[in-house]
């Protein structure tokens, strides 16, 4: 059993241990949360006050002055490292659903055939995915996420990679090879992966794949989401936007599309936003792929290896088979959620009876695992006596 | 003709005076292009800190305890009394296109027939149609402005209330009632006239309205836009989010539509750029928008006045068919604008030969008019020696 000196050597050999103080922590606080909202970097208030600055005093120049009109490539092309994408591939625009509504609908006017998915996807995914089969008269199957890989057949298929109430992985190379043996076209939502383990995107030919901001990439409540596309497809954005015009400053009436990547975006930049992502990707600068990977798979399995005594954990405890979560199904969940909450250790709750916690690479430590784990089970014992 | 010293007297006695000094407005800057990018409320810095130290104290809880999770709704509720809505009828989110094409497939799901626009319409929106169009398979008209009303028919119809080329304004209670007699739904996009006049959304029974944060309302670069649906209406949104679920945060796989404006949210709002639209919209406190369209008629009738010397006014010389701002059909009318940029006076170029000049009757005075004037007046006498 991993013990309290263990954690403490092992922070103190982490080769990413620089990295946390590149964060805003609130102090006294252990933030098991940054699956669901990253923490601010510290350079946010400073990004704050340059935009607030530059905006009084540029005004409209400013999308030229100070570079916003370029700020959803630039941002895109800091997260396409992230997820083994190439330069121009990414850009950064809209929210996750409407990402996802616009690379589904592409798909569909690409390959004939039903839209795959699977039960454990996130539900506003289903929602989206909902709507464009009912729109476009396309069959939607939803199948458990066990099933899937035997389940693709040609059409298209959209899946999140990391389960957001079990943590449970997906195997993104396997299942995206599957898909281009039947035909399929293959879109992947990021949201509970991008930033916590490498994803090699063009590696594997995945097709598109979309993701959010704010979770891994620290990026702020709401920041926008992000969008890639495989270089050599070609398809069309079912929602043509000014942004996604060849010329957009050329005030054309008739729409000629954009080449690329530019080709996905919709109306004008969420800038003030969208800057405070930007600035959060620092965090990442020097930063290997491969060592947050590993480190999360010892913060995760650490954690496992001392809560499994607890409660039933939902999490699998393979580790190639997780992301980097750990779910716990524990009577009174709820109670634990907001008890931990107020010695500050920030977990969240996931209906029903599942108590989540998230371990973010670039910022938890070994012992934050450690005392998490110890407070669980103290307030277990408080409470079954 | 109008006089220095009538500008002077108008300034002193104009009910919104006061308004002027909730603006930061840069020192020695005649700012005319608010009607492409409002400036900043002086209130925006502390805003931005504010949310940078909730963002870093509350984390998740920010969502609840910073009262996240109800921007939309506070910011819709906001806009409405300025474009004549009542509570609960407007929601903030997305993007102007966003809205738009949600609002237009909501309405070809209510009613058969072609989709009408003018080919005045701003540029992206023809775009969005064109794509509304080719997924649904309804033909998109797009007729001359002056034929709009004569070629109103069942369907729907979707224009912009003022032209941003040539400030023309169309009729919105005439057209609106048009379109209800004929058995059409009319969709309206206000992005270059809320915030500048009353508009009485309700009173004419419009069926929907989209509109943009960042030009009379000064929500920032790239601030996200608004919706309005009459309250009576039922539909569809097509794009099913996770904020447009009837409980979000029960994480319920089924799609259950939340009931009113809500269903026609998407995804995550993107709080930091809400935010301070937020604190922006304070600019309109106590302020009556009928003045504020009084205001606007005298400012762009003063600046005709003269300018109409210089160049061909392309915009409408009766004040009840424009908006808030004057373009000027002028030789060299690219050099103009960089020529009036280096001494503080700032308006923006149009494609091809326009210049154009915004007139946002809340930090604009009388004497800005002048001296503008003045300036083209002496940049004319100097290129045509």
């Not at 704050?48 to 005004?59: E, F, I, K, T």
């Not at 690479?361 to 450690?370: A, E, G, N």
Request: hydrophobic fraction near 45%.
């Amino acid at each position: 059993m991993i013990t309290e000196i263990d954690c403490r050597d092992l922070d103190r050999n982490d080769p990413l241990a620089f990295v946390r103080d590149r964060f805003d922590l609130a102090d006294g606080v252990i933030y098991l949360d940054g699956n669901s909202l990253g923490p601010p970097v510290r350079a946010v208030a400073e990004t704050m006050n340059g935009l607030a600055n530059d905006w009084q005093r540029m005004l409209i120049r400013g999308w030229w002055d100070a570079g916003w009109v370029d700020l959803p490539r630039r941002v895109g092309d800091l997260i396409a490292p992230l997820i083994g994408a190439g330069p121009g591939t990414v850009v950064c625009t809209d929210s996750t659903s409407i990402n996802l509504y616009k690379a589904v609908v592409a798909a569909t006017q690409l390959v004939e055939g039903d839209i795959l998915t699977d039960s454990g996807n996130f539900p506003s995914d289903l929602y989206v995915l909902g709507s464009v089969a009912e729109l476009t008269g396309r069959r939607l199957r939803i199948v458990d996420p066990e099933q899937v890989e035997e389940s693709i057949e040609a059409g298209v298929v959209s899946l999140t990679q990391v389960d957001f109430r079990t943590g449970r992985r997906h195997d993104l190379p396997a299942l995206t090879a599957r898909a281009h043996e039947a035909g399929a076209l293959i879109v992947w939502d990021l949201s509970h992966s991008a930033g916590a383990m490498p994803i090699d995107l063009d590696r594997h030919g995945v097709e598109m794949a979309v993701g959010c901001g704010y979770k891994y990439l620290n990026g702020g409540p709401g920041a926008p989401a992000f969008i890639y596309v495989r270089l050599d497809l070609e398809l069309t954005n079912p929602i043509n936007g000014w942004f996604s015009h060849r010329v957009p400053f050329d005030f054309d009436p008739a729409y000629e599309p954009a080449t690329g990547i530019d080709q996905m975006r919709s109306g004008t930049p969420h800038v003030i936003s969208m800057a405070v992502l930007e600035m959060a990707l620092s965090a990442f600068d020097g930063v290997d792929m491969r060592a947050v990977r590993a480190k999360s798979e010892a913060l995760t399995g650490a954690f496992i290896e001392i809560v499994s005594d607890f409660g039933e954990v939902l999490t699998p405890t393979e580790p190639a088979l997780r992301g980097s979560q750990v779910s716990l199904r524990i009577e009174g969940a709820v109670d634990l959620i907001s008890d931990l909450h107020q010695i500050g250790i920030i977990g969240d709750y996931r209906p029903p009876n599942v108590a989540r916690f998230g371990f973010a690479p670039l910022y938890i430590r070994y012992i934050d695992v450690w005392n998490a784990a110890m407070a669980i089970r103290e307030w277990r014992q408080e409470t079954s006596r």
